[in-house]
């Protein structure tokens, strides 16, 4: 009447040889092993980025305070030392630079630490304020205190994205 026959559930032991069963469990846990290493490297890869962002913005803001130490330290107006005091200015917004495009070629766009913006701000106030003191013409005052204001400013901003 009841054309239903009872049948055991299949079980790993039913499928394949002995032989079989072994190459298949060999191949289950290599394949795990391996899973396991390249879970690791990602973890120890990733690790090793962070920390190199994390070099990478602790050096850009050491150029930064120096930049900002020397621009307050400079006079108000036109002295003998100031082009020495712009090129040393220079120096730390172009370490500044280098490092934001080195921190985005590892990570690409969004490893950006310092806008481009901010940048291109920098060089611009800084070149009017060496055509001022080359010149000994203009403002050279509101000059320094535009260049301490963008400098201030951008250090703020990378606080604000630690």
Do not use: C, W
């Not at 040889?17 to 092993?33: A, E």
């Not at 901010?118 to 611009?124: E, H, K, R, V």
Request: glycine share 8%; charged share 15%.
């Amino acid at each position: 009447m009841n054309s239903y026959r009872f049948r055991p559930k299949p079980s790993f032991q039913t499928y394949g040889t002995r032989q079989q069963r072994l190459v298949m469990l060999v191949i289950i846990l290599l394949l795990v092993g391996a899973l396991v290493f390249v879970g690791s490297l990602y973890l120890n890869a990733s690790s090793q980025t962070r920390k190199v962002t994390a070099q990478l913005q602790s050096r850009a803001n050491s150029n930064l305070v120096d930049a900002i130490g020397h621009v307050s330290r400079m006079a108000g107006g036109v002295q003998s030392n100031s082009p020495i005091k712009l090129g040393q200015i220079r120096q730390h917004i172009y370490a500044m630079d280098q490092i934001n495009t080195i921190s985005i070629g590892m990570r690409g766009e969004g490893g950006r630490i310092i806008p481009q913006d901010a940048i291109q701000a920098l060089y611009s106030v800084l070149e009017r304020y060496e055509v001022a003191v080359q010149t000994a013409t203009g403002n050279t005052l509101e000059l320094r205190t535009l260049l301490l204001t963008h400098l201030m400013s951008l250090q703020e901003l990378m606080d604000t994205n630690r």
